[in-house]
């Protein structure tokens, strides 16, 4: 099968498709024949080598997290699913990879709502995952205020749309020329960078109970100041999160969150009921991925970047 994988670390030069085995569904697993999958900000860390010491890899590594497709092989065990099924999920994380290719095996999954085209289903549920673990980490509910740091990108769209699911006010941070977005999936948008404190503050009189950082611009001394505790503050994009006393939240090493799989089911039942989306910011093809890889470097992509086959 075609694939897309790197054999050595390096810029987007370093990504080819190759001919690889196929894969196969093991016990609790499913295989799908993909029709659209996604890229995030980690695949280009990992193809980059940024995350060598934290994922190691054995190359040539395949790449992909999540991916949507039908449904070919049920491993031992699976019920509730067959072939001929479209589903969409994630492969197994802690593993890292495999996604990006014609065949995908994945760990995870639910029914594609024929609400979400390949395309947008193909990139959610990583970025599911990813907010809904942040959600309950920050334990989002009824009245929660929650300021959400980078709210454009493919977590923060999806994180938006979760929280306000949860009954939360959300203030989302991102350059003018998304506001109409933002305010559209259900934030109150504002700038990001110097005065946002006191933009906050206005939008935000009795003041933010959570900050979930999606940037990793260097801003969480701000956040921790606006949200008056570091603990109050979880970063997915900031990798010197330690150094402020926020925690930064994966998915394996040491202080891992839990996975929030759970999240998959719940963003496509949001899907059906009209209430769930996922903005997609670029398509590709799984030969042009170096422009998609790119695209995800520049940091202003809004919504989730997808490659199809």
């Known amino acids: ?21 196929e894969p196969h569904a093991g016990p609790g697993q499913i295989r799908v024949a993909v029709r659209a999958s996604g890229v995030t900000p980690a695949d280009t860390y990992l193809r980059s080598g940024q995350f060598r010491d934290r994922i190691p890899l ?22 509730g699913v067959q072939p001929g099924d479209a589903v969409f999920g994630v492969v197994d994380l802690a593993r890292y990879g495999g996604a990006n290719a014609e065949y995908a095996v994945l760990a995870a999954w639910t029914t594609k709502p024929d609400s979400l085209s390949w395309e947008q289903a193909g990139g959610a549920a990583a970025n ?8 309950d980490r920050l334990k989002v509910a009824p009245g929660t205020t929650l300021l959400i740091e980078g709210a454009a990108g493919g977590v923060g769209t999806v994180a938006v749309q979760l929280a306000k699911a949860r009954g939360a006010t959300i203030i989302g941070t991102a350059s003018v020329g998304t506001h109409e977005f933002l305010a559209g999936l ?13 933009r906050v503050t206005a939008l ?6 959570a900050v979930l950082d999606c940037a990793g611009s260097g801003s969480l001394p ?30 394996g090493g040491p202080g891992a969150d839990p996975q929030a799989l759970h999240g998959l ?11 769930f989306t996922v903005p997609v910011a670029g398509v590709f093809s799984l030969d042009n991925a170096a422009a998609a890889h790119e695209l995800s470097e520049t940091g202003h992509a809004h919504g989730k970047i997808v490659l199809t086959l």
């Open 1 to 21: 099968m075609r694939a897309l994988r790197f054999s050595e670390y390096g810029p987007t030069s370093v990504l080819h498709v190759a001919d690889v085995s």
């Open 58 to 79: 054995s190359l040539p590594h395949v790449l992909g997290v999540d991916a949507a497709g039908v449904v070919d092989e049920v491993g031992a065990g699976v019920t």
């Open 128 to 135: 599911v995952e990813t907010a809904t673990r942040v959600l």
């Open 186 to 198: 259900g934030a109150v948008p504002t700038r990001y960078g110097p005065g946002l404190h006191e």
């Open 204 to 209: 935000a009189p009795d003041g933010v109970d």
């Open 222 to 251: 701000d956040l921790v100041d606006i949200v008056g505790s570091a603990e109050r503050v979880v970063t997915v994009a900031d990798l010197k999160a330690s150094q402020h006393g926020v925690h930064l939240s994966r998915t």
């Open 265 to 275: 089911a719940e963003a496509a039942s949001l899907a059906d009921q009209g209430r």
